[in-house]
């Protein structure tokens, strides 16, 4: 009943940019977190940043300064600018959000994750 779609991921070459987006749709009440996390080959998934419904920013260590995350509350949708792209970005992105359904336990939050989106760093 709620999905999360990406969209953006593609092939670019180091140093250049992408825009990854992700729209949650379906009997959302209200969104608290949503972030992205990306997963490169053998490697376990990881924090890349997260937004609060109030804007409040995290941003992991590696991408400092190169991405920059932000949301569309209207539009329930999270996007990530990524610039100064490294090989080392090379990776499936997922998108995530801490969200209330309808009719659900008031102030009970559940994860919902989008499908992934490939991103490849690479001349």
């Known amino acids: 009943q709620v999905q999360l779609v990406e969209s953006g991921g593609g092939l670019v070459q180091p140093g250049g940019s992408l825009r990854l987006s992700c729209a949650a749709s379906g009997s959302i009440f209200s969104i608290n977190r949503m972030g992205w996390y990306r997963q490169a080959p053998g490697n376990q998934r990881e924090l890349v940043a997260t937004?609060?419904?109030?804007?409040?920013?995290i941003y992991t260590d590696s991408v400092k300064g190169r991405f920059t995350i932000s949301r569309d509350n209207v539009k329930n949708t999270v996007y990530l600018q990524m610039s100064s792209l490294k090989p080392e970005d090379t990776a499936v992105y997922y998108c995530?959000?801490?969200?209330?359904?309808?009719?659900?336990?008031?102030?009970?939050?559940?994860?919902?994750w989008g499908q992934g989106t490939l991103v490849t760093v690479s001349s």
């Open positions: 937004i609060d419904s109030g804007g409040s920013t």
């Open positions: 995530n959000a801490e969200l209330q359904v309808v009719g659900g336990t008031p102030n009970r939050y559940f994860d919902f």
